[in-house]
């Protein structure tokens, strides 16, 4: 932290407005009572009232308006809502200069930059609530927050919704996809005009027809409910919280403060992608002291014969997770460098209709043919760390009453790592409610915001990390609880056995700059046999599953594909092997939203850089520089491109792989085909 010194802001307004007498039927004109701007004034706030007495916020970018007048406010379910009537009632401001290391994650230093102002309103009518709303400006984007302080009208909140809202100055391009729909948080995307949005996820991004680009996500998503968008007119959206079983969205005991809402704002694509900085550097700082124990891992495990169906999760002929599966697993990791098998179906609870039911699973006891005590101590002789797995199927309540013994029996055996799984349609999760009762719940409400981080707490007291699926959105709590290591949250690999359709060409090109800029997924790429269930083609070519693991940012990568595929395919699985999951520096080269995306990161703690492209359906080019490599030294780049006749649809697995001599001063141009792309590992040549 640096000191607070003086910035630039002006107090402007300070007249106390006129209660609404009629309803309006234009938006009164807002006047602004406070601003600031980003430290190098590239971004303008202005915190505004209007005759009505309504608080509201403007964001101009080098003087253009890039969001323009837009309401702040609550709906309650037992009190009246805090829209009008406000009045100034003072403001303080701050600045911040400081930097900090991430344990893991993308980039080892972060900077972290910000103007800082927080504006107070109170109510002129009878309730005089107040409320204040902090701001943090960044050169790329900004974040902001409602804080309500203890007070004799409003001791406890019970949100029915918060009435804020974005209204976005210019037409645009929207990439976005559906919420609060049955199948959670796993729709494909969607490009349409900003004005044909209808009620979307976050991140949902944005490219203004004057090129900005822009993305609106939420910081610190802690003890409330996850935000959703809903496009209430024009171009202008409402935060709309996730519903609960008890009616409020949202109930807490004030003091608090809400989530951060979150406005990137960027020159262009690339710089949309770095400027996800600031949903880290909104949240705390690492409250778990020393992490050595998480560790970044490239992983195998029993896990995609299931998703094949060759193998089964419940018990039978087909059981996958059998003591000779695992050690059979085991012992391709160790042979490989892999550092941690998945075992998947190990525990008693398969047999019935689990799906979105879960009261049968056990997480302490194994099945038969599993000796769990056996495969665990196998694992540690040979340096393998074993991922467990906690499929919940939603029912949280089975779950927690199962929690610290089954993390205790983790703890006893030396497994360091869980996924979890919360396998339910959208509202199907099942909660123990205040009442004693089950109470249905939706993956990102309140109860379930709550859950996960007692799950990561419990977890972290064990040392243990967790990759979570079907999870409530990252918010970047990664840098408070550097155990949260990983999640899922939108259409991952497994789609492509299975899903109808299948992901599309364009998916990760889409993910990158969207889903990508809430955190790390656990995507688990590099299924190089290209086939789904009943060999079925994935719309990939062999390239592209390795460009993924440059592409697709996660500390933890699954090599999905069966052990077998990877025997039948040893150059291409070469990159899997020797690509870093854990880095200094990621640098997005090139990269259009739903097109291309070209990353270059530097393995952490390693001279070797890595590179990664991928393109869409149609047939994409890139020509960089190399100018990240080191100056005057020589890399080996160990190259692993589509082959010129690759197509996803006629030659998926034509790839070429070759060496090539380079500095950097050079450039490097590729073709990537249809459904295409690029992996590169630049090795140092000694001098
Ligand atoms: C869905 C998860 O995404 C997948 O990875 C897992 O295998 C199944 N649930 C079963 O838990
Ligand atoms: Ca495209």
Redesign the pocket.
Known sequence: MTLARLFAFALIFLAAPVAAQTVQQAAPSAQAVASVDSPSHVLHVEVTLNPEGRVGYRVTRLGKPVIDDSRLGFLFTDAPEMLRNFAFAGLSTATSDSSWDEPWGEYRTIRNHYNELTVTFAETSALKRRMSIEFRVYDDGIGFRYDIPRQPNLTQANIADELTEFAIAEPGTAWWDDAQEWNREEYLYRRTPVEEVGFAQTPLTIRTASGLHLSIHEAALVDYSGMDLRRVQGRVFKANLMPSSTGPKVTRDAPFTTPWRVIMIAPDAPALYKSAQIILNLNEPNKLGDVSWVKPMKYVGI?WA??LDQAT?NSGPKHGATTANAERYIDFAAANGFKGVLV?GWNKGWDGPWFGNGSDFSFTQWYPDFDLPAVAAYAKAKGIALIG?H?TAGNIANYEKQMGPAFDLYQRLGIHNVKT?Y?ADAGGIQALGPDGKIHFEWHQGQVMVRHHLKVITEAAKRHITVDA??PVKDTGLRRTYPNWVSR?GER?M?YNAWGVPKNPPEHEANLVFTRMLSGPMDFTPGVLSLMGKGNTPILSTLAKQLALYVVIYSPIQMAADLPENYAANPAAFQFIKDVAVDWDDSRMLAGEVGDLAVFARKARGSPEWFLGAVGDEQERRFDVSLGFLQPGRRYEAQIYRDGDDADYRTNPRSIVIEKRIVTSTDRLAERIAPGGGTAVRFVPIAR
């Open positions: 896990w299931m998703h999760w998947e797995h499929e799984g396998v699926h079907e899922e991952g497994e």
